[in-house]
Structure formats: structure tokens, C-alpha cells
């Protein structure tokens, strides 16, 4: 049974710094491509960056370039997203998702965790 | 606002036939496999669609995607009340050297 469960999310202040988790079981995590996509309050789908299975290979959303780096231990199982100088405009559920194709065929997902950015 | 464009909201009566459309342009759809997602109220996203037109095992096939240069579609046959969900489309985009996302159709069974 695939599990992707993400943990870290919570109430931070603007300008502050938060790392998301997400732990992986039931796969072959090593050879997948992770993504994470995030969804504002009663808003759609956003989808903020990527990282393939080779852990070197990255992609990220304009909006998040330069403020969020996705990284990944595939010792451990486990997803990553570093979010630095967060924005009231961040607060939203993430959610971590697994892509075989390594095209974007997002698969699984977790439940999400909840990032409220405010003072 | 999104690059891939959906209507915000469609709807249907049981067993009538819904399709609902995403468009977008030759750096992502036009260029790009089309994936559709299915969001039930207050759950994560499910994979319906991949490749235009393929479906995961498990989906019925009351569900079925279709691509067309810069445009694509999802149709529903037989409408469930379960179906009443929001759909998602999403593509790799060239010229972002990113995923996007469409934004979103509201499903109504009526």
C-alpha cells in the first residue's frame, strides 16, 4: 500500500522560514519524480517544483524560484521543500505527489499539510 | 490566472453525458500529454487521465480523455452523483519549463 504522508506545515510569520516533509512507503521511491503542488484556500491546483529521481535534476514554478528548493534522501524515503521569505500569498495545503513517467503523470498524493503564513 | 484554461463550472443530470474542456497552447498542451485529475470535496487530488487518454487501473470507463492540437477534453458518460467533484487538467509547459495546472471545472450532478 502506497503512503505518502507530509508533516511540517503550520502558522508562520511573514518573511519566515518553513521545511515540509513528506514521507514515502509502498513504492520504489528512488525511481520516481516528486512533486509538490499547493492549493490556496478555496482555490485550484498549483504546481510549485519537481525533482527527479537522480536528485540533481530540479524544476520549480516562476513564483517560487529563488524563495523554495525541493531536495530529497533516497536513503530515507523522504521529500523535502525548503520555503524561505514566505508571503501571506504562500498560505495554502501542500501536497507532495509521486510521478513514475518522470512527465508529470502525478499517481499518488498525500493528504496535504497546511501552511498559514501570517502575523 | 492560469497559461491552460477550463470553464469554472459545468453540470449534469444522472446518466447524462458531460465534457468539459482545457485549453491551452503549443508550449504546453499543443506540445505535451494532457493529465486530468479528479478532487473530491475536502480529499487530495486522484490521477484519472494520463496521456490524454489512458486511465490507471481502477478508474471506470465512464471517464475518458481526448487531445486535439491545443486543446483537450475529459468526458463523463453515465453521470454519478459521485462524480460531483472538481477536474483539473495539467501539461508540461516548454516555455516555463513547468507543470501547469488548468483552474479547475466545479462538477454539478443536479
Known amino acids: 500500500q502506497v503512503q505518502l504522508v507530509e508533516s511540517g506545515g503550520g502558522v508562520v510569520q511573514p518573511g519566515r522560514s518553513l521545511r515540509l516533509s513528506c514521507a514515502v512507503s509502498?513504492?520504489?521511491?528512488?525511481?520516481?519524480?516528486m512533486h509538490w503542488v499547493r492549493q490556496a484556500p478555496g482555490k485550484g491546483l498549483e504546481w510549485v517544483a519537481a525533482?527527479?529521481?537522480?536528485?540533481?535534476?530540479?524544476y520549480y514554478a516562476d513564483s517560487m524560484k529563488g524563495r523554495f528548493i525541493i531536495s530529497r534522501d533516497n536513503s530515507k524515503n523522504t521529500l523535502y521543500l525548503q520555503m524561505d521569505s514566505l508571503r501571506a500569498e504562500d498560505t495554502a495545503v501542500y501536497y507532495c505527489?509521486?510521478?513514475?513517467?518522470?512527465?508529470?503523470?502525478?499517481?499518488?498524493w498525500g493528504q496535504g499539510t497546511l501552511v498559514t503564513v501570517s502575523s | 490566472q492560469s497559461v491552460v484554461t477550463q470553464p469554472p463550472s459545468a453540470s449534469g443530470t444522472p446518466g447524462q453525458r458531460v465534457t468539459i474542456s482545457c485549453s491551452g497552447s503549443?508550449?504546453?498542451?499543443?506540445?505535451?500529454?494532457v493529465t486530468w485529475y479528479q478532487q473530491l470535496p475536502g480529499t487530495a487530488p486522484k490521477l484519472l487521465i494520463y496521456?490524454?487518454?489512458q486511465r490507471p487501473s481502477g478508474v471506470p470507463d465512464r471517464f475518458s480523455g481526448s487531445k486535439s492540437d491545443t486543446s483537450a477534453s475529459l468526458a463523463i458518460s453515465g453521470l454519478q452523483s459521485e462524480d460531483e467533484a472538481d477536474y483539473y487538467c495539467?501539461?508540461?509547459?516548454?516555455?516555463?519549463?513547468?507543470?501547469?495546472f488548468g483552474g479547475g471545472t466545479k462538477l454539478t450532478v443536479l
Open positions: 525533482i527527479m529521481y537522480d536528485v540533481n535534476t530540479k
Open positions: 495539467a501539461a508540461w509547459d516548454g516555455s516555463l519549463n513547468g507543470r501547469v
Open positions: 509502498g513504492l520504489n521511491f528512488r525511481t520516481y519524480t
Open positions: 503549443s508550449s504546453n498542451i499543443g506540445s505535451n500529454g
Open positions: 496521456n490524454n487518454n
Open positions: 505527489a509521486a510521478d513514475s513517467s518522470g512527465r508529470g503523470t502525478l499517481e499518488y
